[in-house]
């Protein structure tokens, strides 16, 4: 994945079905996405706790071209994770795991961005500073797509 900017045209919170369709399709059309999700895995309840079939009856290029990527309706979950990644890589969006949204940036009444939370992480050589607890995103346009709330 290549060094994540501080802006984006299109900001995405939620890497579920509606996520990836939406960071798709506005990365398709040009823009500049960032996609936040709180798990550390891509692809919703479908990925981390095996729920599927991806139903609907939607024929828009886009959910044919994702439905193509993935294999199909009833994808493989055990890598589905890496192949919704491979599909935003493909199509030049950023993506960042394990950074929940905390709250949105404003100019007036306007959203400008989304401020996020990302948990200090273990690494081979050690743990990430928590200097980085906190970020900020700005963007043009915000779209929020969540699939449920815990």
């Not at 991806?54 to 828009?60: E, P, T």
Request: aromatic content about 4%; glycine content about 14%; some cysteine.
């Amino acid at each position: 994945m290549r060094q994540l900017s501080e802006h984006y045209d299109v900001l995405v919170a939620g890497g579920g079905p509606g996520g990836i369709g939406a960071a798709y399709a506005a990365a398709r059309a040009g823009a500049r996405v960032l996609l936040v999700e709180k798990q550390g895995r891509l692809g919703g309840m479908m990925v981390n706790a095996l729920v599927g079939p991806l139903m609907g009856n939607v024929r828009s290029k886009t959910v044919d071209d994702i439905l193509t990527h993935i294999g199909g309706r009833t994808p493989d979950p055990h890598d589905l994770d890496v192949r919704l990644a491979s599909l935003l890589e493909q199509n030049r969006a950023d993506y960042l795991l394990h950074a929940q949204v905390v709250g949105v940036l404003k100019n007036g009444s306007r959203v400008t961005g989304l401020r996020c939370r990302r948990e200090p992480q273990t690494r081979r050589l050690g743990t990430v500073s928590a200097s980085w607890a906190f970020r900020r995103y700005s963007g043009q346009m915000l779209r929020a797509a969540v699939g449920s709330r815990s």
